[in-house]
């Protein structure tokens, strides 16, 4: 059988416009990848932190291991012995502290005083707060030596508040006997090993 004249034979088809070809980026290749390489990271971070975790509570339980040995391993006894070591030096530096020394004291005088000028007698009291008072009486071989004194220890400034009173002049050889009261500093009664 013949086919009918008016169907074609072959067919080819007809380009359906002159309009140019666009062309369009695939983003959602490169979000995949992108999204992916932040899974990959996270998931090696995760790993890192567990890993870490674990060596943290192996190295905790070693020296968890070694504190309990050491304790198992304390003489009490010797503990005894080091806290009433402690409690011994305590209490010395303690009584050392409030200790009253005058040497210092003694030093200092010996350097303020003129040669010509010397105690017959001196009291040093202690009132209740602490404070240290010094009353005393002598002789000065004149008026002169006596001011001299009374200049040095202002000077000085560790003793304090000087009053010479009750002077009298010898008529036979010039000579000033007084009487002295004054308050010290603490620095100069203090023990210093």
């Known amino acids: 059988m013949a086919l009918p004249p008016t169907i074609p034979t072959s067919f080819v088809p007809h380009p359906t416009g002159a309009a140019p070809r666009r062309f369009r980026a695939d983003l959602t290749g490169a979000f995949d990848f992108f999204a992916y390489g932040v899974l ?3 998931f090696i971070l995760a790993l890192g932190v567990f890993l870490y975790g674990r060596v943290l509570a192996a190295d905790k339980l070693a020296k968890d ?3 309990s040995a050491a304790l198992t391993s304390i003489d009490l006894e010797t503990v005894d012995d080091f806290v009433r070591l402690r409690d011994r030096l305590t209490s ?3 009584l050392l502290e409030k200790h009253m020394a005058f040497s210092t004291l003694f030093a200092a005088l010996e350097k303020l005083l003129p040669a010509t000028v010397r105690f017959t007698s001196l009291r040093l009291s202690i009132d209740s707060s602490g404070a240290t008072s010094m009353e ?5 071989k004149s008026f002169n030596a006596l001011a001299a ?3 040095a220890f202002a000077q000085d400034g560790r003793i304090k508040d000087a009053i010479f009173s009750n002077i009298t002049v010898n008529a036979k050889d010039s000579s000033v006997s007084f009487t002295l009261s004054a308050m010290l500093e603490p620095d100069i009664t203090a023990f210093t090993p």
Request: hydrophobic share 45%; aromatic share 6%.
């Open 92 to 94: 010395g530096q303690v």
């Open 40 to 42: 990959g990271f996270v």
């Open 65 to 67: 291991a070694k504190v």
């Open 136 to 140: 005393g009486s002598g002789v000065a």
């Open 149 to 151: 004194t009374s200049a």
